[in-house]
Structures are given as structure tokens and as C-alpha cells.
């Protein structure tokens, strides 16, 4: 296990986590308890790890990350990711004044796993996770995998989004896009054609490969030029490991059910989201092919599609102070 979720399993017992700080309970409503385990400061970024007990019995492990006092953004990070998931470089989100909210989606890191669960399903947790910190409408960015989940989210609970940023997001592929992709990505939509299990077995094979020395420089090795560069950063690599081991700390299991989901068609429609929407995306992604994402971007009613010309996946690495900074002038 790693160090996180002993932390927060010393907090959902009452031990007092590693700083010395004992847990710190308060009932919100009738249902929802909130535990904050742990504070610090990390990389020059302080933090707060808690738990929040579902109303349907499940738990959410979520992180504050930033400048203190800074604006809230909620952000949902890549497939797989966890809360712990960052920047490389903590100089942006403080020199902005920013605060990030994030939550294992479920199935990974602390979170509580949700069966056959869709693309959707999330949003209801959300809501939840807002109300327990007492915010109302938020700036909200998904990346990659969390992008599909940020535009759900809008569309079923439009009243608590003020604006919304997709970068680099996955959208539904077609035959032809699939064959464009990385390895491991058409490894896996070809296995979860096949059912839950097949893609489990791959997905738990993976799992091993990114969790060991090779990580994920190894496992995305047939990437392109820019984002192999990135993977080729010590700092990425370091971050990006932490984030990784410890979205799959439990097994391959949340991230075969939100594959599964992200895989088959979306369970909500694109065309019912209110919200303003910049969608930025590289036009050399070979995770989440281009034309797939301006498919789905069109079905968008207030859409700002914004290209990175040769760039690959990793673009946000690069432009992350610009889409933050559009995104809280939204807001």
C-alpha cells in the first residue's frame, strides 16, 4: 500500500496520520460524513487528503492541492489517475492563485469501487463532494479520461459548473481512429470487445509493467517524438509515478470499469450541456485521436475548439498556464 492510502486508512481507523494530526470529523447533512486525514506542504504545494462517506455507503478519497485561499477549480484527472495527479512544475497553479479539488474516481487510489458503473455515474459524487466543502459552482478541467467525466458532469448538474475546460479528452472512436492509436490503447479497445474479464486481464498486465521499472515511458514507448520528451522529464516521471501507483493501488479493477464505460457509448448527451466549453487538443495525439475529438466537440451547444499544432498527448505539460488562465476567465 502505498503511503497516501496508509495515511488514509490510519484516518478511517482514528490513528493519527505521519504529521501528527489525528482525524477531524463533521457530519454534513444527515448523510455525508467528511474526514480530513492529513495536511502538508509537498514540492512547495500544501494539501489536504480526506475522505468523504458517500450517501450510497461508498467512499471518496479526495485531495486539496495549492495556493492556500486560492480560487477552487475542480479538476478531474487522466485514465488511469488519482488524486494525487499534478503539474510538474508547482510555480503555475501558485503564481495563478489556484486551488485544485480532486477525487479517485471510483475503483482507484482510496475510492470505493462502483460496478458496471458509466460515464455519468461520477457526477452524482461530485455533487456530494462540493456540498461536503461547502461550494456551490466551480471551474472545472478534465484531461484525457477526466475529460469525458467534466462533460457529464456539466450535463447532468449544470447548476454547479461555471465554466468548463476539456483538454487532450477521450472521445467515442471509430475503427479507423482505434488503428492510429498507441499500442496499449488498441490493445485495449480491442479486449473490451471481448468483455469485462478480457480487459481486466490485459489492464492487470499493464498495471504490472507501469508499476515497475519501466513505468509508463515503458508502456507508451511507441508515443510520439513530443510527448516521449516529456515522459524524458524527472520531475514528470517522478509525479507521474506517484499519481500511477497509487490510482492502482487496489488492482486493475477501477480502471477496467471505467475503460469499460469510457469504451462503449456515453451514457449522457453531449448536446444537453449548457456550459461554455474550451476543448484543446494536440493534432499528434495517438492516445485520443484528433477527429474523434472534434466529433465530439460539434456536439457541444457553446464550444471553443483550440489546436496545439505537433503536439501529442502530453500538450497540457506545456500549456498549462494558458488553459488555466482562459478557464478562470470564464469563471
Request: aromatic share 6%; with cysteine.
Amino acid at each position: 500500500m502505498g503511503q497516501a492510502g496508509e495515511d488514509l486508512q490510519d484516518a478511517a481507523q482514528g490513528r493519527p496520520g505521519p504529521d501528527g494530526l489525528g482525524l477531524v470529523q463533521g457530519s454534513v447533512g444527515d448523510e455525508v460524513t467528511l474526514a480530513i486525514a492529513r495536511t502538508g506542504v509537498e514540492d512547495r504545494i500544501a494539501f489536504e487528503d480526506g475522505e468523504l462517506a458517500l450517501s450510497d455507503g461508498r467512499t471518496l478519497a479526495w485531495r486539496w492541492w495549492g495556493a492556500e485561499g486560492g480560487t477552487p477549480v475542480l479538476r478531474l484527472q487522466g485514465t488511469p489517475g488519482s488524486r494525487l495527479s499534478r503539474h510538474p512544475d508547482p510555480s503555475i497553479q501558485l503564481g495563478l492563485g489556484v486551488r485544485y479539488l480532486q477525487a479517485d474516481r471510483p475503483g482507484y487510489g482510496g475510492s470505493s469501487r462502483k460496478p458496471e458503473r458509466g460515464v455519468i455515474d461520477f457526477a452524482d459524487d461530485l455533487v456530494e463532494l462540493l456540498d461536503a466543502h461547502g461550494l456551490d459552482r466551480v471551474p472545472v478541467i478534465g484531461g484525457s479520461g477526466g475529460g469525458p467525466h467534466a462533460l457529464a458532469f456539466a450535463a447532468r448538474h449544470p447548476e454547479r459548473i461555471s465554466a468548463v475546460t476539456v483538454c487532450v479528452g477521450a472521445s467515442p472512436l471509430q475503427a479507423e481512429e482505434v488503428s492510429r492509436m498507441v499500442g496499449v490503447n488498441r490493445d485495449s479497445y480491442a479486449a473490451s470487445e471481448k468483455g469485462w474479464d478480457a480487459l481486466f486481464e490485459l489492464l492487470t498486465a499493464v498495471r504490472e509493467r507501469l508499476l515497475g521499472p519501466e513505468g509508463m515511458q515503458g508502456v507508451l514507448g511507441d508515443a510520439p517524438e513530443r510527448d516521449r520528451d516529456v515522459m524524458s522529464n524527472p520531475i514528470w516521471q517522478k509525479v507521474t509515478r506517484a499519481n500511477t501507483s497509487e490510482a492502482l493501488r487496489p488492482g486493475a479493477e477501477g480502471w477496467t470499469d471505467e475503460s469499460m464505460a469510457l469504451h462503449r457509448d456515453w451514457d449522457f448527451d453531449l448536446g444537453t450541456v449548457k456550459a461554455s466549453v474550451a476543448w484543446w487538443h494536440g493534432d499528434d495525439d495517438m492516445n485520443a485521436p484528433l477527429p474523434a475529438a472534434r466529433r465530439a466537440a460539434a456536439l457541444l451547444r457553446h464550444i471553443d475548439f483550440r489546436l496545439w499544432h505537433d503536439e501529442g498527448h502530453f500538450a497540457p505539460v506545456r500549456h498549462d498556464r494558458e488553459m488555466i488562465e482562459e478557464l478562470l476567465s470564464r469563471s
